[in-house]
């Protein structure tokens, strides 16, 4: 049996094999003192506070195919849109009068030259117009625009952006070929990460839990992956299928085991707590759209970041990811209301007016 508490010492960082088991955990006595031991890790290390990041999703315009994603670019069922500038920039203004601190500017994946400039023009604005006596330094940026060359990443240091999200999706070079046709490669997204870190960026990471053909052994590697590119964010949720996408002909198949999926993605909240100790761990949204109390219990594993809704309502269903995606109605006011009470339900506190960075 293996000896769980001692993951919370700072000193103790469980080996490949540990990893494993810990995730194979099955009896619900075990998994609670999973969920307590990397909740009690996290509440000494980084207290009861929870950050909030507004998630502004400014495009689902995407040159990516990726085989499990609802935006990909060959579903032309998609409504394209890309918000302009000032209702980001008004948005993020939002989120700063709420206290938020943070905001995440997602998109698909472009290229070109017009793209990298008007992201560069946003977080120049955005720092502009949010510098306050709360918030000296401006809103905290993080963007999640995907793979780009370092060049176009460095811009939008200089002009502001200190976080960056890149999911790596899987480090198992074979299910990675499996999720993405053969021009999408792995080794050049795990390039782009340690760029990133070069140039200076608090760098994020992470996964989806439940694939098809992913196994324990597999999530082992994503975790020990995590620790070796040495992420400062980590932002994984359970693999939902979308119907509009090649992976859609595993809907039954996952459907059976969504009760395993959503433990799982629990377990991994606590296993990488307990492995990284430090680090931020966002409760993803996907979670909420598994369970309507999902992304608390990610609190309550570990998990010490948010990401509100803040995209306009009017194209947030365009920005559908999954089937079952929450908060799809809810306007940004009503996303506070909800997410403040879902965070005091559980005992932690709401972090206002800061960055709140990897400790
Ligand atoms: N284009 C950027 C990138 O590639 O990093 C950011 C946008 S992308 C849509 C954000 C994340 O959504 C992906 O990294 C992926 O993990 C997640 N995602 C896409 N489809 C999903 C699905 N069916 N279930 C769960 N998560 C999904």
New binding site residues.
């Given amino acids: 049996m293996i000896d769980i508490e001692k993951f919370q010492h700072s000193d103790c960082i469980p080996d490949r094999q540990e990893i494993i088991e810990l995730l194979s955990l099955k009896s619900p006595v075990d998994i609670e003192r999973l969920r307590y031991s990397a909740e009690q890790l996290l509440l000494r290390l980084r207290g009861k506070e929870v950050y909030f990041r507004g998630l502004i999703e400014f495009s689902n315009v995407?040159s990516?195919d990726?085989y499990?994603?609802?935006?990909r670019g060959s579903n032309t069922d998609v409504f394209r849109y890309t918000l302009s500038k000032d209702q980001i920039v008004q948005s993020a203004a939002w989120c700063a009068q709420q206290g938020y601190g943070s905001i995440v500017l997602?998109?698909?994946?472009r290229s070109d030259v017009a793209f990298a400039d008007f992201v560069e023009q946003c977080i120049r604005e955005i720092k502009d117009k949010t510098i306050s006596r709360q918030i000296p330094e401006g809103l905290g940026i993080t963007l999640?625009?995907?793979?780009q060359t370092a060049q176009v990443y460095q811009r939008w240091f200089d002009a502001g952006a200190h976080r960056y999200?890149?999911?790596i999706?899987s480090s198992t070079p074979e299910l990675f070929a499996a999720l993405h046709p053969p021009v999408q490669k792995l080794q050049p997204r795990i390039e782009a990460l340690r760029t990133l870190k070069k140039i200076g960026y608090m760098v994020g990471t992470?996964?989806?839990i439940g694939l098809p053909g992913q196994t324990i052994e597999n999530l082992a590697d994503d975790i020990l992956f995590y620790r070796a590119i040495d992420a400062d964010m980590i932002g994984m949720?359970?693999?939902?299928?979308?119907n509009a996408?090649p992976?859609a002909h595993f809907k039954d198949e996952i459907a059976a085991q969504s009760e395993m999926i959503f433990k799982l993605s629990q377990k991994m909240i606590a296993v990488t707590r307990l492995t990284l100790k430090n680090v931020n761990i966002a409760a993803s949204t996907?979670l909420q759209a598994m369970k309507e109390d999902g992304r608390e219990t990610g609190l309550t594993f570990g998990a010490n970041v948010i990401m509100p809704q803040v995209t306009p309502v009017e194209v947030r269903k365009n920005y559908l990811?999954?089937e079952g995606k929450p908060c799809l109605d809810e306007n940004a006011e009503q996303c506070r209301t909800c997410l403040a009470l879902r965070v005091a339900a559980v005992g932690r506190t709401i972090a206002y007016n800061c960055w709140g960075d990897r400790g």
């Fill in positions: 995407c990516c990726c499990y994603c609802g935006i997602q998109s698909g994946e999640s625009c995907g793979e999200l890149l999911r999706e992470g996964v989806m949720g359970p693999y939902i299928v979308h996408t992976l996907a990811l999954y």
